[in-house]
């Protein structure tokens, strides 16, 4: 069974092609980086429109690497949310009027429900269960997977996701956008220690995360010294270590308290390389192992709503309703069949 998966949730477009035999045949994404870098920030009018111009030449493209015509689509599996409203609508009104054309099944995917499930694209895979680490620009959770939609919320963030406050702390150390990245390039020229951060909520005695202070601590910082070019990579190198410090004792926390010996990270931040080095260094040492997507797969793209819409189809014979639901809770999430 062949399954087009759609992403359309903020500023990617991303398309893929996944056979239930034979795994990923093909995948292509779109990033608006560009679009958006003059005004800092995602404009979702312009996310929108610039999603209806990319959508069908990202699929002639996935078919042509596959070497497939449409009408080998079985089922489509596209992002009903969460996301930017105007957005998943074209990703929605695309799938729904495809499907329509093609007389095959069309299922919506929880967007965090991709990212949970894309280290399972990768090789070696987890089994479940397993406790998973959801840490992006949007959200940051701590989650203990028994199965595809069998999902129990152990903690999250109470105010910025880690990747909002990596975004955040750039622009004030003066980076440009997006600037979690830029941010990580810049620390890796830098000490961390020079500056001292807080690691909030470290001790707390939960599996919540807290990343605003973190935030506000830099700035105070910023405001108090002189930062030259050495000292701006300082503070970044401290930000860094000090949000890692946290995500990385929550984690491991997380994985005492359910007993578990598998552990994934996914999302955005879960590219960052320090995350990756200090998590697995820290998990190796207590018998607990770590998966991770592939890069390529950390960002929003098509393979991971592929993916899970093949882990959903199941029985599904018809289209499921026209829908999209810019605010959609994971725990809400039905099981599959």
């Known amino acids: ?5 759609i992403e359309s949730s903020c500023d990617e477009t991303g398309l893929a092609l996944y056979d239930t035999a034979h795994g990923l045949l093909s995948h292509a994404l779109h990033s608006q980086v560009d679009l958006h870098t003059d005004y800092g920030g995602v404009v979702p009018e312009l ?25 080998a689509i079985d089922a489509i599996a596209y992002t009903e949310g969460p996301g930017l409203a105007g957005a998943l609508l074209v990703g929605t009104a695309f799938a729904h009027g495809l499907g329509s054309a093609l007389g095959v099944p069309v299922i919506g995917i929880h967007h965090l429900e991709g990212h949970l499930l894309s280290p399972l694209l990768a090789t070696p895979r987890p089994d ?3 406790v998973a680490l959801l840490v992006s620009g949007g ?20 105010d910025d996701a880690a990747g909002e406050a990596f975004d955040k702390t750039a622009k004030l150390l003066g980076l440009g956008y997006p600037g979690g990245p830029a941010l990580s390039r810049l620390a890796a020229n830098g000490t961390p220690g020079h500056f001292k ?17 973190l935030k506000t601590a830099v700035l105070t910082v910023a405001r108090q010294n002189e930062l030259d070019d ?10 860094q270590a000090a949000a890692v410090d946290v995500l990385v004792a929550k984690s491991l926390a997380a994985c005492r308290q359910t007993r578990s010996t598998r552990l994934v990270v996914a999302g955005g931040v879960g590219a960052n390389s320090r995350l990756r080095s200090e998590l697995s260094k820290a998990a190796g ?14 960002t929003d793209n098509g393979a991971m709503i592929a993916f899970a819409g093949a882990m959903r189809l199941g029985a599904l014979t018809e289209p499921g309703p026209f829908s999209v639901r810019p605010r959609w809770d994971l725990g809400s999430v039905a ?3």
């Open 335 to 337: 099981a599959a069949a």
């Open 47 to 71: 996310a929108s429109r610039d999603h209806v111009r990319r959508i069908v030449p990202l699929l002639r493209e996935v078919l042509t690497q596959a070497s497939l015509d449409r009408r």
């Open 230 to 239: 050495q000292a701006r990579a300082d503070l970044a190198a401290e930000f």
């Open 285 to 298: 040492a207590r018998g607990i192992e770590v998966f991770y997507p592939d890069l390529a797969f950390c």
């Open 1 to 5: 069974m062949i399954i087009l998966g």
């Open 139 to 158: 959200h940051t959770q701590l989650m203990h997977v028994a199965g595809v939609g069998r999902y129990t919320l152990l903690g999250e963030t109470v």
């Open 197 to 213: 951060l807080p690691r909030p909520k470290l001790t707390s005695g939960d599996l919540d995360f807290s990343f605003s202070g």
């Open 128 to 130: 479940f269960p397993f």
